[in-house]
Structures are given as structure tokens and as C-alpha cells.
Nanobody
Framework: QVQLVESGGGLVQAGGSLRLACKASLSRYTMGWFRQAPGKEREFVAAISGMDGYRTYAGSVKGRFTIARDNAKNTAYLQINTLKPDDTAVYYC???????????????WGQGTQVTVSS
């Protein structure tokens, strides 16, 4: 299993930006982000392939969220712009063999980082 450590969450005002980071213990895996708000199911956000850099996003975040990775640092990033109160959630980094919006496709998870957006 890949060990994942997230960072970068926090409290931010609506309209602001955050960049989440996820450092992996191994390289070349697909890395992704999911989020879970209180009382809601875990939701796919974005994923990026470790082989060819292919990216996929949930429709609800397209245009505001950008996923990227630095293979030399085994780190994936999630840039979140124009934050909304509805973006408030725990954001989880994940790793797996290929990009997927289905959480069952991933076999390693980070501990999560809280993002809170105030209105």
C-alpha cells in the first residue's frame, strides 16, 4: 500500500483559494482527491494518472479545481479557486492503479485534511 500524507487545508473566506498537497511514499500511481461533507457521502473530486498525466474531474468542480503532480517529489496537488461554502468538507487523497470516479478503485487513502469555507 502507498502511504499518503495530505496538507494545506484550513479556514478560508468564500472567493478565496487553497492548494492541497498529498505526498506519496511511492511514485507512478494514479492519485486522486475525494471529499466528504458532514452528513453526505464521499464524493469524487479529481484524479491524475501517474503514467501519462491524464486528468479527470467531477463536473461540479471543473473550472475551479486543478489537479497536478510533481513526480520528482511524489506529490499531487489540488488547487481550489473561487471557494464556496459548499466546498466545505474533509478532503482525502487517494492512490490507485488508474483514474476513476469510483472510490472502490483506489486502495490507499490519506487521513484527510479539513477545508472550511466561510460565507
Amino acid at each position: 500500500q502507498v502511504q499518503l500524507v495530505e496538507s494545506g487545508g484550513g479556514l478560508v473566506q468564500a472567493g478565496g483559494s487553497l492548494r492541497l498537497a498529498c505526498k506519496a511514499s511511492l511514485s507512478r500511481y494514479t492519485m486522486g482527491w475525494f471529499r466528504q461533507a458532514p452528513g453526505k457521502e464521499r464524493e469524487f473530486v479529481a484524479a491524475i494518472s501517474g503514467m501519462d498525466g491524464y486528468r479527470t474531474y467531477a463536473g461540479s468542480v471543473k473550472g475551479r479545481f486543478t489537479i497536478a503532480r510533481d513526480n520528482a517529489k511524489n506529490t499531487a496537488y489540488l488547487q481550489i479557486n473561487t471557494l464556496k461554502p459548499d466546498d466545505t468538507a474533509v478532503y482525502y487523497c487517494t492512490a490507485g492503479p488508474r483514474p476513476s470516479s469510483n472510490w472502490t478503485a483506489y486502495d490507499s487513502w490519506g487521513q484527510g485534511t479539513q477545508v472550511t469555507v466561510s460565507s
